[in-house]
């Protein structure tokens, strides 16, 4: 192999490349990263961090800007259902110079009783009222309240209660049923009148509601409003006591209650309806698959498909696992007053209310005494207040608009707080009495477009009710359910012909016994 030989130039040339690539070669291996670290790397980093930072800063602010407008309209619609709840409604009250009194129609309905169609204002702004002013002092007049359908929950339209009533009060009184309101509150539900009620002596509602007020009739027919609360037992020869927890309604189980001709035929109470219906369609499937082409035919008898779901229902039912005892009145009913009543039977199954008495229904675990049939009780029911005022009749109202000449409703004090119920201008009904309790006012305010009455708030309501004469009154069921009936024939009302159906209408009757 030749050599090659490299002159001194060459030489010289070779050696500085190798040094510029070593030194190249150092500056890569160990120069370069603490260069890039400090200086290239360092700042692309940071313009790295920087933009990166800047990505995250605009996606956090765009992400914080989109959640803020979502939380905005989150919070928008979330307190904005809130506020819906808990802001008040706008009511707008037209104010009526209730000063400014014009009667429009007098009418005698009979000795002692009168009815008015008076206008408060003037047009436009004007509320119309309707008043019967009823005066038993000197007359046999008469408070009647009377329950839609007989029947604690019955339900009806004022003018069908009239009409259901009229015939058998003026075969008993022989005289005429002259004019109705609807009365008592009741429950949207179950269709319970609410508060104390009660109809010629006989409790048919006996609890009393929050602080609600309640009018008692005495047996002269005066009127006397205040707080009542009922209370009840009945007392057996052996001088023990049973204290009535409730009547015609049973809220706990270990409760003693009474039922009369209020709640129905019998205890438990049967559901004709339903029962209808279910023998109904227990027949459909007892002959469901019968056909033309079938040799024998399916003999049904339907009474007793009828008796057999009748005995079912019993056993579902609360009230047949009880203790019943049937009691005849001896007397007629009263509060205030201890009434002697017989007993006619002791049963736990399904027992018959008399229609002149009522059953006790006690708890099994209740302690068993020796009563027998045909002992005579005492069944007292009482007041809290004026326990010396033998009481026939009562309904309840929520809340007192005049007392004692005083015109200021007590909505707050007696638990409602309802803006639309205190506030707007609605149809309105109450009922007052003089100072001396000789003369009843039942007072109905209308709402209607034809006659251009705007209908009354409470404090209006109060107003109206003093400047008619009440020295004491109280507000009824309104709304939908006010209405009036004038001998037979409903006053102009709030536009609907019927009306809402209510639970307890009182009115006046001419006794001429």
Not at 472 to 479: H, K, M, P, T, Y
Request: one cysteine or more.
């Amino acid at each position: 192999m030749q050599q090659v030989k490299y002159g001194l130039k060459t030489k010289i040339v070779l050696l500085i490349l190798i040094f510029f690539a070593v030194s190249l070669c150092d500056a890569v291996v160990f120069s370069a990263p603490k260069k890039s670290k400090s200086v290239s790397v360092s700042s692309n980093k940071k313009k790295k961090e920087i933009i990166s930072k800047n990505k995250s800063s605009n996606k956090s602010q765009y992400s914080k800007k989109e959640i803020t407008s979502k939380n905005k309209s989150f919070q928008k619609s979330k307190y904005s259902k809130s506020a819906k709840k808990k802001r008040k409604p706008k009511i707008y009250v037209r104010k009526v110079a209730l000063n400014e009194i014009s009667i429009l129609e007098t009418k005698k309905l009979a000795e002692g009783v009168e009815y008015k169609k008076v206008q408060f204002g003037k047009d436009p702004l004007k509320i119309i009222a309707h008043l019967v002013e009823a005066d038993f002092d000197s007359t046999q007049n008469k408070v009647c309240v009377l329950k839609a359908r007989n029947n604690v929950t019955g339900l009806d339209y004022l003018k069908n209660i009239y009409d259901d009533y009229h015939f058998e009060l003026t075969r008993i009184y022989e005289g005429d049923l002259l004019a109705l309101v609807n009365a008592n509150f009741w429950s949207a539900y179950l269709n319970y009148p609410i508060g104390l009620l009660i109809s010629d002596g006989e409790v048919i509602s006996m609890k009393k509601y929050k602080e609600w007020s309640s009018v008692l009739f005495d047996k002269e027919n005066r009127p006397y409003i205040d707080n009542f609360e009922l209370f009840g037992e009945i007392i057996f020869p052996n001088k023990e006591r049973i204290e009535i927890d409730n009547v015609n309604k049973r809220t706990e189980n270990d409760n003693v209650v009474v039922y009369n001709k209020y709640f129905g035929d019998s205890l438990p109470k049967i559901y004709v309806r339903d029962l209808e219906k279910m023998v109904e369609q227990t027949i459909k499937n007892m002959t469901l698959g019968q056909n033309d082409l079938d040799t024998f035919e399916i003999e049904i008898d339907t009474n007793q498909v009828r008796n057999q779901i009748l005995k079912e229902l019993q056993y579902e039912s609360k009230e047949y696992s009880t203790i019943k005892y049937a009691f005849q009145y001896l007397e007629k009913p009263i509060i205030n007053e201890r009434v002697k009543v017989k007993l006619l039977q002791i049963d736990t199954g399904v027992v018959a209310i008399p229609s002149d008495g009522f059953v006790l229904s006690l708890p099994l675990d209740f302690k068993r005494s020796r009563w027998k049939v045909g002992d005579v009780a005492e069944l007292f029911f009482y007041t809290n207040k004026l326990r010396y005022i033998e009481f026939e009749n009562g309904v309840s109202g929520t809340p007192r608009l005049v007392r004692k000449g005083v015109a200021r409703h007590e909505a707050y004090q007696e638990g409602s707080r309802g803006y639309r119920f205190i506030g707007a201008q609605l149809p309105r009904t109450c009922l007052g009495t003089n100072m001396s309790k000789t003369k009843l006012y039942l007072i109905y305010v209308e709402t209607s477009r034809s006659s251009g009455s705007l209908g009354a708030n409470l404090t209006q309501l109060a107003t109206i009710a003093k400047k008619l004469g009440c020295y004491d009154a109280v507000n009824l069921d309104g709304g939908g359910s006010s209405s009036m009936v004038i001998n037979g024939e409903k006053v102009a009302g709030n536009g609907n012909s019927n009306g809402r159906k209510i639970s307890v209408a009182i009115g006046v009757l001419k006794n001429s016994k």
